[in-house]
């Protein structure tokens, strides 16, 4: 929509699947991703496209599975299905709400969601759908967001939203350091350069070649997408160079 006053048009909003066991310590608490999808219908409803891609850490993650002795490929595709699981979840949370949604899945998985094609999906943003993005980036040995940092750029994002337990990048773990410092701005290579943790590797350098904007930011008070979208300076923006 032309007439936004929103500080960005498009974004791809990553989440992990840890985030919506909320207190279970397995699956899916359905009051999290309740708010998650009122959140995101919310932002949606301002003029934004939105994008989602959902991790499956909440069912099972292939590194996990493999340390337990299992195949490392076959459990990072059990891994890729948990996002599809996971995509499921929160398309009947946002249709329950009246909200159009689309799954597209990197994994041919035809009966239960189209397959990612990016063309079609800038369509459906364009329409007014909301896309949630499973299966990944669809390979093994990769990450959820690996998987958000690679949509993003396909669909030409503005910003990578990554919601986090934590509101924002820290110099250190502040649960373990009270004293931690936040940073408010960060550059690409500020975080390379101070081995700060934003993203995986993978992930984080996909970003910084195509100049992606990243914010993380804390889920957890509700608005906090919509604000960010108006432009205020919640959490941790990467973005630049030097
Ligand atoms: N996965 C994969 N390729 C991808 C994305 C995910 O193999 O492109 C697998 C991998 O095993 C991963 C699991 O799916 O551990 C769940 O994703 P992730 O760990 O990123 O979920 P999150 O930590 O965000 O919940």
Same mark, same amino acid.
């Given at each position: 929509?032309?007439?936004?006053?929103?500080?960005?048009? =498009?974004?791809l909003l990553k989440v992990s699947?840890?985030?919506?066991?909320?207190?279970?310590?397995?699956?899916?608490?359905?009051?999290?991703?309740?708010?998650?999808?009122?959140?995101?219908?919310?932002?949606?409803?301002?003029?934004? &496209?939105?994008?989602v891609v959902i991790g499956?850490?909440?069912?099972?993650?292939?590194?996990?599975?493999?340390?337990?002795?299992?195949?490392?490929?076959?459990?990072?595709?059990?891994?890729?299905?948990?996002?599809?699981?996971?995509?499921?979840?929160?398309?009947?949370?946002? &249709?329950?709400?009246?909200?159009?949604?689309?799954?597209?899945?990197?994994?041919?998985?035809?009966?239960?969601?189209?397959?990612?094609? =990016?063309?079609?999906?800038? =369509?459906?943003?364009?329409?007014?759908?909301?896309?949630?993005?499973?299966?990944?980036?669809?390979?093994?040995?990769?990450?959820t967001d690996?998987?958000a940092?690679?949509?993003?750029? &396909?669909?030409?994002?503005?910003?990578l939203l990554k919601a986090?337990?934590?509101?924002?990048?820290?110099?250190?773990?502040?649960?373990?350091?009270?004293?931690?410092?936040?940073?408010?701005?960060?550059?690409?290579?500020?975080?390379?350069?101070?081995?700060?943790?934003?993203?995986?590797?993978?992930?984080?350098?996909?970003?910084?070649?195509?100049?992606?904007?990243?914010?993380?930011?804390?889920?957890?008070?509700?608005?906090?997408?919509?604000?960010?979208?108006?432009?205020?300076?919640?959490?941790?923006?990467?973005?630049?160079?030097?």
């Open positions: 929509m032309s007439s936004s006053p929103l500080a960005y048009r =498009r974004v699947g840890e985030a919506l066991m909320g207190g279970e310590d397995y699956g899916i608490d359905p009051k999290v991703i309740g708010r998650l999808a009122d959140e995101v219908i919310e932002a949606q409803k301002a003029g934004a &496209e939105v994008g499956g850490g909440n069912i099972f993650r292939g590194a996990g599975l493999a340390a337990g002795g299992m195949d490392r490929v076959t459990g990072d595709q059990m891994g890729m299905l948990a996002t599809v699981i996971n995509a499921l979840a929160m398309q009947d949370a946002l &249709e329950k709400r009246g909200a159009r949604v689309r799954v597209m899945s990197a994994i041919k998985i035809n009966d239960v969601c189209e397959d990612y094609i =990016r063309r079609r999906a800038i =369509r459906h943003l364009e329409k007014g759908r909301i896309g949630i993005f499973a299966a990944g980036t669809g390979n093994p040995f990769f990450t690996s998987g940092a690679l949509r993003a750029i &396909e669909i030409g994002a503005d910003l986090t337990k934590v509101d924002g990048v820290y110099d250190a773990d502040p649960k373990k350091f009270p004293d931690a410092k936040r940073y408010d701005r960060l550059t690409y290579d500020e975080v390379l350069g101070q081995g700060l943790e934003v993203m995986d590797t993978a992930a984080f350098a996909l970003a910084r070649d195509s100049d992606l904007p990243l914010r993380i930011f804390d889920m957890s008070q509700p608005g906090v997408l919509l604000r960010i979208l108006r432009g205020e300076n919640i959490g941790t923006l990467v973005q630049g160079r030097a």
